[in-house]
T-cell receptor, first 111, second 107 residues
Framework: SQTIHQWPATLVQPVGSPLSLECTVEGTSNPNLYWYRQAAGRGLQLLFYSVGIGQISSEVPQNLSASRPQDRQFILSSKKLLLSDSGFYLC??????????FGPGTRLTVL | RKEVEQDPGPFNVPEGATVAFNCTYSNSASQSFFWYRQDCRKEPKLLMSVYSSGNEDGRFTAQLNRASQYISLLIRDSKLSDSATYLCVVNEDDMRFGAGTRLTVKP
């Protein structure tokens, strides 16, 4: 069966510090991968998605970037965090018409 | 215009009530549709897919209306445990989520 891992579960970072969140998927190959952000009490905002290694589509211009160095690895990064980057970051994989399956998420607080 | 729009909610209903959520989408070429459930401070989890002919899973019924470009979720005989936020999803290569509708079922 497929599983998706995200770490860390929670993170507190100062403004201006860098960020690296990692997501890995097991049990499937060539998945579509997604990064979402959810602000408190709000819906899911699609940040990036990837249909293959090295292929990244960005949905929202901002100070975040994503990379897919391996088929089942998806990384979300920032060089300098802003207060507005606080939120619940969710990685997901999609089996095409089977819907998306989410990792447990990382709760980021930028102070 | 947002690509996926949901009823704003919140919905507060008594146990045993029937409640319906709607979700409209803008891309007529969309092929796959889903409903998710998200509990407080947890990741969303797939509730059910939405098929063209409509589909049912116990107390939950999902329907798709391609002509009017909306999907719906009907919950019958609601339980306290149904309290959650319900999100609709429209899929091309990028999974587009609605903002979610919060449901609270009260005793």
């Amino acid at each position: 069966s497929q599983t998706i891992h995200q770490w860390p579960a929670t993170l507190v970072q100062p403004v201006g510090s860098p960020l690296s969140l990692e997501c890995t998927v097991e049990g499937t190959s060539n998945p579509n991968l997604y990064w979402y952000r959810q602000a408190a009490g709000r819906g899911l905002q699609l940040l990036f998605y990837s249909v293959g290694i090295g292929q990244i589509s960005s949905e929202v211009p901002q100070n975040l970037s994503a990379s897919r160095p391996q088929d089942r690895q998806f990384i979300l990064s920032s060089k300098k965090l802003l207060l507005s980057d606080s939120g619940f970051y969710l990685c997901a994989w999609s089996g095409r018409d089977r819907g998306s399956f989410f990792g447990p998420g990382t709760r980021l607080t930028v102070l | 215009r947002k690509e996926v729009e949901q009823d704003p909610g919140p919905f507060n209903v008594p146990e045993g009530a029937t409640v319906a959520f709607n979700c409209t989408y803008s891309n007529s070429a969309s092929q796959s549709f889903f409903w998710y459930r998200q509990d407080c401070r947890k990741e969303p989890k797939l509730l059910m897919s939405v098929y063209s002919s409509g589909n049912e899973d116990g107390r939950f019924t999902a329907q798709l209306n391609r002509a009017s470009q909306y999907i719906s979720l009907l919950i019958r005989d609601s339980k306290l445990s149904d309290s959650a936020t319900y999100l609709c999803v429209v899929n091309e290569d990028d999974m587009r989520f609605g903002a979610g509708t919060r449901l609270t079922v009260k005793p």
